[in-house]
């Protein structure tokens, strides 16, 4: 079935590291994946996506690498900051043409000062 | 520009009985979709609406029923309530033809 997958349940660093949080998705149909920031009582806010036709994405201080042959993504922050302490969901859209969204687990990050 | 606004923001019901919950989407926005999330897991789509009708569902029972208005915001009611429908209950507005999801914060629900 469906599954998106993380392969560490927490992660921690220290401020100004760069860290990278991991995710294997099953299903090779998928189009479009997303990585959210989700802070303790609030929803899950949007960080980056990417289309399957593109293997890098950047933004501001975060990069999204996607490996369609071995069906894994990745987020990259650089200069971790204590601000980025959440839990990171990465969610896969496997419908074309919906826009339902199948998340992962998650992973924790925890930022030391 | 307010985002999308879910309400209440928590509540607590008993085993059996039902629950209303709300969502007022985005500016803008025509699609809303609903999502369980477990302590400790991700999100789990419910189901999705646009114009006014269900679009998609996920694995969910029919106790879990939805309705949108014609002003796009949207009710998700739970009948016959269970201990295991405690949960933080969002909502996710976008525009049908873009893909851009926005969260709410959510309604946590406890089932006692």
């Known amino acids: 079935g469906e599954s998106v997958g993380l392969h560490l349940p927490t992660l921690s660093v220290q401020e100004g590291d760069n860290s990278i949080i991991n995710c294997a998705y099953s299903?090779?149909?998928?189009?479009?994946f997303i990585w959210y920031k989700q802070e303790s009582g609030k929803g899950p806010q949007f960080i980056i996506d990417?289309?399957?036709?593109?293997d890098k994405r950047q933004g501001q201080r975060v990069t999204v690498l996607l490996n369609k042959t071995v069906k894994h993504l990745s987020l990259q922050i650089a200069a971790t900051q204590p601000g980025d302490s959440a839990v990171y969901f990465c969610?896969?859209?496997?419908?074309?043409?919906?826009?339902?969204?199948?998340f992962g687990t998650g992973t924790r990050l925890l930022v030391s000062p | 520009d307010a985002g999308v606004t879910q309400s209440p923001t928590h509540l607590i019901k008993t085993r059996g009985q039902q629950v209303t919950l709300r969502c007022s989407p985005k500016?803008?926005?025509?699609?809303v979709s609903w999502y369980q999330q477990a302590l400790g897991q991700g999100p789990q789509f419910i189901f999705q609406?646009?114009?006014?009708?269900?679009?998609q569902r996920g694995n969910f029972p029919d106790r879990f029923s939805g309705h949108q208005f014609p002003n796009y915001s949207s009710e998700l009611n739970v009948n016959a309530l269970l201990l295991g429908d405690s949960a933080l209950y969002l909502c996710?507005?976008?525009?049908?033809?873009?893909?851009?999801?926005?969260f709410g914060s959510g309604t946590r629900l406890t089932v006692v």
């Open positions: 609406y646009y114009e006014e009708e269900e679009r």
């Open positions: 299903n090779s149909a998928s189009d479009y």
């Open positions: 969610a896969e859209n496997p419908d074309t043409g919906f826009q339902k969204l199948v």
């Open positions: 990417i289309r399957s036709n593109m």
């Open positions: 996710a507005s976008s525009t049908w033809t873009g893909r851009g999801y926005t």
């Open positions: 500016s803008g926005h025509d699609t």
